[in-house]
């Protein structure tokens, strides 16, 4: 079990891409929460299995000509934390 604080930058307020997020982490077997930042950025928190959280992570970087995201992703930075005890769902914040 690992924790990631994912930071994403772009286009990626007011467009969905919170509600796809979170949708994307559930299929994953995610918990945490995605987050509007008053920056303009989006925290992503998601807690669960490491192969989980890359593959977020890949999803989160896909050029969106691939898939249906929402937005546009200009940068990606991930911090890795102690995992946190009692996360339950994935929620939008």
């Known amino acids: 079990m690992e924790r990631a604080v ?3 930058r772009g ?3 007011g467009v969905g891409f919170r ?3 979170r949708a ?3 299929e994953l077997g995610l918990v945490g929460h995605a987050l509007n930042l008053p920056d303009g950025r989006v925290e992503v928190n998601a807690q669960g299995e490491r192969a989980g959280i890359d593959a977020l992570l890949e999803l989160l970087r896909e050029d969106p000509s691939t898939h249906s ?3 546009r992703v200009d940068a ?4 890795w934390h102690e995992v946190r005890e009692g996360l339950t769902g994935f929620v939008e914040r």
């Open 11 to 13: 286009r990626v307020q």
């Open 76 to 79: 990606v930075v991930t911090q």
């Open 24 to 26: 994307r982490a559930l």
């Open 19 to 21: 509600w796809w997020t």
């Open 69 to 71: 995201r929402p937005g």
């Open 6 to 8: 994912i930071f994403v």
